[in-house]
């Protein structure tokens, strides 16, 4: 118990160090991670990005930069210790406790440049070819993928950490019969530690530095609260449908 202690106190410091570093760093002392994300964002788009002094890395066919705001620092933070907390149960030494953290750590700075490029990437593709309805702009837009994005990437992070760990079971190896309540909260029980960790990143750490004090908070603090939700019901829904018509069609 002492150390899984000790565990959860150095992942907090490293996090507070990675969100410290990132609130007064520039464009140029960010490159570790801007780097590798405009290389793979020019890997998938087929787009140039050139680094731009104090800027970041600039697309001159696109007219997009790739800035301190495409980053990707809380999805590593909320990756770190969602990897963390999941994976505690394995610390039982020094060594195998600095293995988790470890693991953790490149873990989710992995998964923060695939999932960070593929966000840019999609934002790229709307930017060129808008599909906002007359009711939402350009930036719900954005934001929306955004949400969905992070997310999803903190779903899919965390499934393959289980399954790696192998303490997970298949996604719907007790529902595939079942209902879409039952699936729904099931859903919602697989889900509970990525939207824990979203959530603490997203809204909580900011709520504790003043942010509801700024303007436009309450509305996409509304919007983070609200999608990851929906998202988790549609699934469950488009699965028990998609799993219906399967068993129609196979009956006959």
Same mark, same amino acid.
């Given at each position: 118990m002492k150390i899984k202690l000790w565990v959860l106190?150095? &992942?907090? *410091?490293? &996090?507070f160090g990675i969100k410290q570093h990132y609130a007064t760093a520039r464009a140029d002392d960010l490159r570790w991670i801007l780097s590798p994300t405009a290389r793979l964002v020019g890997a998938m788009t087929g787009n &140039?990005?050139? @680094? %731009?002094? %104090?800027e970041g890395y600039f697309s001159s +066919? !696109? /007219?997009? /930069? #790739?800035?301190? $705001?495409?980053?990707?620092?809380?999805f590593v933070v909320a990756a770190f210790g969602m990897l963390t907390l999941a994976l505690l149960h394995r610390a039982g030494s020094g060594r195998s406790a600095a293995r988790v953290l470890g693991v953790s750590l490149l873990a989710s700075y992995s998964a923060a440049v695939l999932v960070n490029a593929v966000r840019i990437a #999609?934002?790229? @593709?709307?930017?060129?070819h808008p599909v906002a309805? $007359?009711? /939402? $702009?350009a930036a719900d837009v954005h934001r929306f993928e955004g949400i969905a994005v992070y997310f999803g990437g /903190?779903? *899919?992070?965390?499934? *393959?950490?289980q399954r790696l760990d192998r !303490?997970?079971?298949?996604i719907w190896t +007790?529902?595939?019969?079942?209902?879409?309540?039952?699936?729904?909260?099931?859903?919602? !029980? !697989?889900t509970a530690l990525p939207l824990a960790s979203y959530y603490a990143v997203t809204l909580a750490v900011p709520l504790a530095h003043g942010a509801a004090q700024s303007g436009g908070f309450v509305e996409h603090a509304l919007t983070v609260l609200v999608v990851p939700p929906v998202a988790i019901i549609l699934a469950c829904t488009v699965d028990t449908i998609a799993h219906a018509l399967a068993s129609y069609v196979a009956g006959g």
């Open positions: 106190a150095a &992942a907090v *410091l490293v &996090a &140039a990005f050139t @680094w %731009q002094p %104090q +066919d !696109r /007219l997009f /930069l #790739i800035e301190k $705001s495409c980053a990707g620092i809380n #999609i934002a790229m @593709w709307l930017a060129a309805p $007359s009711t /939402l $702009s /903190l779903v *899919l992070l965390h499934e *393959l950490a !303490r997970a079971a298949p +007790d529902t595939m019969t079942c209902g879409l309540r039952t699936r729904v909260t099931y859903a919602f !029980r !697989r």
